[in-house]
C-alpha cells in the first residue's frame, strides 16, 4: 500500500520514511522534455503566432521530431523567426502556458519528498529565455534548465541562473544526463528521462543503456519505431506511455513509472 506521493511506503508494516537516515536517501535524476511532454503546446509556434509565423515554426518542429533533420540544421531559422518576441509576450505565454495534469505535482512530490532527493532538469529543445521563466513562474525554480540558447537575452541574471547547458542539438540531452550524474552521483537504476519524439530518442536510449529508465510519454511514431529497433534488454528499459486520439495525456502516469522504479531500489536496502 503507498500514498500519493514519494514520501511514505508501507513496508512490512511501517512507512520507509521511519526506517532510514537522511544520508541514506536515494539520489535520483529526473530530466524531462518539454514541448508535447509536459505540455500539449508547440511552445516555439506559440510564441510567433501573434507575428503570423505559426505554421513556418510548426514546419521546422515537424522535420526534426521526424527525424527527418537534426535540430541543429533547423536551430538559426528558428531563432530568426523568434527575433520578433519581446519580454512582455514571453512573461505573459510562461504564465499561461498549459501543462499536462500530473505535472506540478509530480515534481512537488519529487522535491518535497523525504525520502529520495531527487535532482531535475527541463531538458529539450525549447527555447532557454521561455524555459527558465517557465522554471521559475510555474516549477518555483525547481528545475535546472538545458534548452536552445534563444531569448535568454530577455531574461535577468537572477532567471539565468538555472541554466546549465545549452541544447543546439538532440544528442546534447544525452551530455545533460551525463552532467547531473557526475555532479550528484545517483544510483545507476534511478536515472530517468521522459520525451515524446525523435529528438528525446538519444537520451532515452542513453537513461537506458546506463541502467535507469527512459519514459517515451506518448511517443511520435518516428520514436516508437526507433524503439523498436533497439537491443531488447536496452528496450526493455524504455517504458512506453500511450494515448488515444480521444485521452488527454496525463503526466501522472510517468510518476508512476518513476515511483515504481525508486521504491523497488528502497526495498532492496531493506
Same mark, same amino acid.
Given at each position: 500500500?503507498? *500514498?500519493?506521493?514519494?514520501?511514505?511506503?508501507?513496508?512490512?508494516?511501517?512507512?520507509?520514511?521511519?526506517?532510514?537516515? @537522511?544520508?541514506?536517501?536515494?539520489?535520483?535524476?529526473?530530466?524531462?522534455?518539454?514541448?508535447?511532454?509536459?505540455?500539449?503546446?508547440?511552445?516555439?509556434?506559440?510564441?510567433? +503566432?501573434?507575428?503570423?509565423?505559426? *505554421?513556418?515554426?510548426?514546419? %521546422?518542429?515537424?522535420?526534426?521530431?521526424?527525424?527527418? =533533420?537534426?535540430?541543429?540544421?533547423?536551430?538559426? !531559422?528558428?531563432?530568426?523567426?523568434? &527575433?520578433?518576441?519581446?519580454?512582455?509576450?514571453?512573461?505573459?505565454? &510562461?504564465?499561461?502556458?498549459?501543462?499536462?495534469?500530473?505535472?506540478?505535482?509530480?515534481? *512537488?512530490? /519529487?522535491?518535497?519528498?523525504?525520502?529520495?532527493?531527487?535532482? =531535475?532538469?527541463?531538458?529539450?529543445?525549447?527555447?532557454?529565455? /521561455?524555459? &527558465?521563466?517557465?522554471?521559475?513562474?510555474?516549477? !518555483?525554480? %525547481?528545475?535546472?534548465? &538545458?534548452?536552445?540558447?534563444? /531569448?535568454? *537575452?530577455? %531574461?535577468?541574471?537572477?532567471?539565468?541562473? =538555472?541554466?546549465?547547458?545549452?541544447?543546439?542539438?538532440?544528442?546534447?540531452?544525452?551530455?545533460?544526463?551525463?552532467?547531473?550524474?557526475?555532479?550528484? +552521483?545517483?544510483?545507476?537504476?534511478?536515472?530517468?528521462?521522459?520525451? @515524446?519524439?525523435?529528438? @528525446?530518442?538519444?537520451?532515452?536510449?542513453?537513461?537506458?543503456? %546506463?541502467?535507469?529508465?527512459?519514459?517515451?510519454?506518448?511517443?511520435?511514431?518516428?520514436?516508437?519505431?526507433?524503439?523498436?529497433?533497439?537491443?531488447?534488454?536496452? +528496450?526493455?528499459?524504455?517504458?512506453?506511455?500511450?494515448?488515444?486520439?480521444?485521452?488527454?495525456?496525463?503526466?501522472?502516469?510517468? =510518476? @508512476?513509472?518513476?515511483?515504481?522504479?525508486?521504491?523497488?531500489?528502497?526495498?532492496?536496502?531493506?
Amino acid at each position: 500500500m503507498r *500514498d500519493h506521493g514519494f514520501s511514505g511506503y508501507l513496508l512490512y508494516g511501517r512507512t520507509y520514511r521511519h526506517m532510514r537516515h @537522511d544520508d541514506e536517501r536515494p539520489k535520483i535524476i529526473v530530466t524531462t522534455d518539454v514541448n508535447g511532454t509536459t505540455t500539449p503546446d508547440n511552445t516555439f509556434g506559440e510564441l510567433v +503566432r501573434p507575428d503570423g509565423l505559426f *505554421d513556418q515554426m510548426e514546419d %521546422l518542429m515537424k522535420a526534426y521530431t521526424s527525424g527527418s =533533420c537534426r535540430f541543429s540544421s533547423v536551430l538559426p !531559422r528558428m531563432k530568426q523567426l523568434a &527575433a520578433g518576441v519581446g519580454r512582455v509576450r514571453l512573461e505573459s505565454y &510562461a504564465r499561461g502556458m498549459p501543462l499536462y495534469n500530473g505535472v506540478i505535482s509530480t515534481f *512537488d512530490d /519529487l522535491s518535497q519528498s523525504g525520502n529520495v532527493d531527487a535532482k =531535475c532538469a527541463l531538458s529539450t529543445t525549447g527555447f532557454a529565455g /521561455l524555459m &527558465a521563466l517557465v522554471n521559475k513562474i510555474r516549477h !518555483r525554480s %525547481l528545475f535546472s534548465v &538545458a534548452a536552445s540558447p534563444v /531569448l535568454a *537575452d530577455l %531574461l535577468s541574471r537572477e532567471e539565468k541562473s =538555472c541554466l546549465i547547458r545549452p541544447i543546439t542539438d538532440e544528442e546534447e540531452k544525452v551530455q545533460v544526463i551525463d552532467d547531473l550524474i557526475s555532479l550528484y +552521483r545517483p544510483g545507476k537504476c534511478n536515472i530517468f528521462h521522459i520525451g @515524446d519524439t525523435m529528438g @528525446d530518442f538519444p537520451a532515452l536510449k542513453h537513461a537506458a543503456e %546506463l541502467g535507469g529508465t527512459g519514459i517515451a510519454f506518448n511517443p511520435n511514431e518516428p520514436l516508437r519505431a526507433s524503439i523498436s529497433r533497439l537491443p531488447r534488454d536496452i +528496450r526493455t528499459r524504455i517504458r512506453e506511455i500511450n494515448f488515444t486520439d480521444q485521452e488527454t495525456p496525463d503526466y501522472t502516469k510517468v =510518476c @508512476d513509472i518513476i515511483r515504481e522504479a525508486v521504491w523497488k531500489t528502497l526495498r532492496t536496502r531493506l
